[in-house]
């Protein structure tokens, strides 16, 4: 709204998680972001869908780790100055408040926010949600809400306000400010608080946060068993109007993912900082009693990746083949493919699509020119190869002027130019290899070995099986070929960022930014 400051649940937990960007388990019992008490699950029912806790208090160690670390890179001291006066600017309008004023002063050392179901309003989804604001003062937050806030009743000794240009409601007592999307989301967290169950007692939630750095700065944990009710209401209540077609499909999906659901008991969240420097790790607890149905696979082009590699990607394709094939039935689709196929003598189905199982990975090599490959590894390399040389022909059938030969010595793979560059393919044992400025070769191990990847790799902690790998290496993209000169010292201050999901003990997974300390 033009002349009030609003009181969304999104206007404020952004400004909370600001100034905290600006800047475990808790001393009672209940696991939150570090350097809080951990009261914020303690306003949230533990049927809570999705649950997010984060840390205000800049004098923890926690958001001290996170501000070092951040800190090593050029420039960010001017990001972090930026944020502050941009939080210290009164808003526009009548009232002419501000962050830094009007809510620091009564703002506790934690925030916190959380869906707490969805309700079907008119046949349309209407999600229920609260945030959760330590107050230090209960008193000058009443004032500051009271501003754009309608004064309603009580509820548990709580003084309830409606904001005055939409349906949120705000609760301030007992040391805390909440705010819902109605009245029930906000007597629900204050039930929750007064006694009621709550998320921060639920064993799902407690061993979820177990699980991950304890000095993470923000918390937080999605309830499989709640989104699988959920969904379990959205399919029975959309199945009424469904009589086939996209719909049924795309309720057939959610199906599926619903039972996906019975195999875990909570997903947590901690985005942390130590001293090598920062990240994001889950993990996704498994239940006994509903094993996975599809096990993750494990990657194995790891040792496929050049010590040289700016850039790494490998993920299995799973059923990738099999659900593109399905797609392909569709009669609007495979009309258009008989044309395909016409022209140049590819099956997709029986030549293309088995190229997409098994695994696949991408490598950039650094140097000059800049080389890379994109390397895939069959079921049954041997076709593969064979579909790799009708791919040429079509191709030359095509294009008459652009021609393929041989590569030397033997090797099974073809190469030829195009725009300045040398493209070819090659087989080495089970891989396959489609590269550029490459010399033909499959590329061969040394990332696991070198010093960026392998600090890297240590400080992640990855999981001894990966099922999905992304590795950038910045420092040498700054001795890439056009590169600007005003990044190379932000992208040499870190020594690799790596993206990762892997099994051991549980599904888990997250990323890592190393900047380590200089010297």
Request: proline share 6%.
């Amino acid at each position: 709204m033009a002349a009030r400051r609003s009181l969304g649940i999104g206007f404020m937990l952004a400004l909370a998680l600001a100034v905290a960007a600006c800047g475990g388990s808790d001393a009672n019992g209940h696991p939150g972001a570090a350097g809080t008490d951990g009261h914020g699950a303690e306003a949230f029912p533990p049927s809570t869908i999705a649950f997010v806790d984060a840390s205000t208090d800049m004098s923890s160690t926690g958001w001290q780790s996170v501000r070092t670390a951040l800190g090593r890179i050029p420039g960010w001291a001017k990001v972090e100055a930026q944020m502050a006066s941009e939080l210290a600017k009164p808003a526009s309008g009548t009232h002419k408040t501000s962050f830094a004023k009007d809510v620091r002063p009564w703002l506790g050392k934690e925030v916190a926010a959380g869906v707490l179901g969805v309700t079907m309003v008119g046949g349309k989804p209407k999600p229920e949600a609260v945030a959760y604001f330590e107050s230090t003062d209960d008193a000058a937050a009443e004032k500051w809400i009271a501003v754009s806030g309608k004064r309603g009743g009580d509820y548990k000794g709580y003084h309830e306000y409606t904001e005055k240009s939409s349906s949120a409601v705000v609760a301030v007592g007992n040391g805390a400010v909440l705010i819902g999307t109605d009245a029930h989301s906000v007597e629900l967290a204050i039930d929750a608080r007064e006694g009621g169950s709550r998320l921060a007692d639920s064993a799902a939630y407690k061993d979820a946060l177990a699980k991950l750095p304890s000095e993470g700065v923000v918390v937080g944990f999605i309830n499989p068993s709640s989104i699988g009710t959920l969904l379990t209401t959205v399919i029975a209540a959309a199945n009424n109007g469904i009589g086939g077609g996209a719909a049924a499909s795309g309720l057939a999906n959610l199906g599926t993912v619903t039972d996906a659901m019975k195999s875990y008991t909570g997903i947590g969240m901690s985005f942390y900082g130590d001293a090598n420097g920062v990240g994001l790790s889950y993990v996704a607890s498994l239940d006994p009693a509903h094993p996975l149905k599809h096990a993750p696979q494990t990657i194995t082009l790891l040792n496929h990746a050049p010590a040289n590699a700016v850039a790494f990607i490998d993920e299995p394709l799973g059923d990738t083949a099999k659900q593109a094939g399905v797609m392909l039935q569709n009669p609007a689709v495979s009309g258009q493919l008989s044309a395909v196929e016409s022209a140049t003598g590819l099956s997709v189905v029986n030549d293309i699509l088995p190229l997409l199982t098994g695994e696949m990975a991408l490598v950039v090599s650094g140097g000059v020119p800049i080389g890379g490959s994109v390397l895939l590894r069959p079921t049954d390399v041997a076709a593969g190869s064979s579909t790799m040389h009708k791919i040429t022909a079509a191709i030359t059938k095509l294009q008459p002027d652009q021609t393929f030969s041989p590569l030397p010595g033997g090797v099974d793979g073809e190469q030829t130019m195009a725009s300045g560059a040398a493209v070819t393919w090659s087989r080495a044992g089970d891989v396959l290899a489609i590269g550029m400025n490459t010399g033909g070769a499959v590329p061969g191990p040394g990332l696991e070995s070198s010093a960026h990847y392998a600090r890297t790799a240590a400080n992640a902690h990855l999981a001894k099986d990966l099922s999905l790998l992304m590795w950038f290496d910045p420092a040498r993209l700054a001795d890439m070929p056009g590169v600007p000169a005003s990044s190379t010292a932000g992208l040499r201050s870190v020594d690799g960022v790596v993206v990762w999901s892997g099994h051991d003990k549980g599904v888990t997974g997250g990323f890592y930014v190393d900047i380590p300390p200089a010297g």
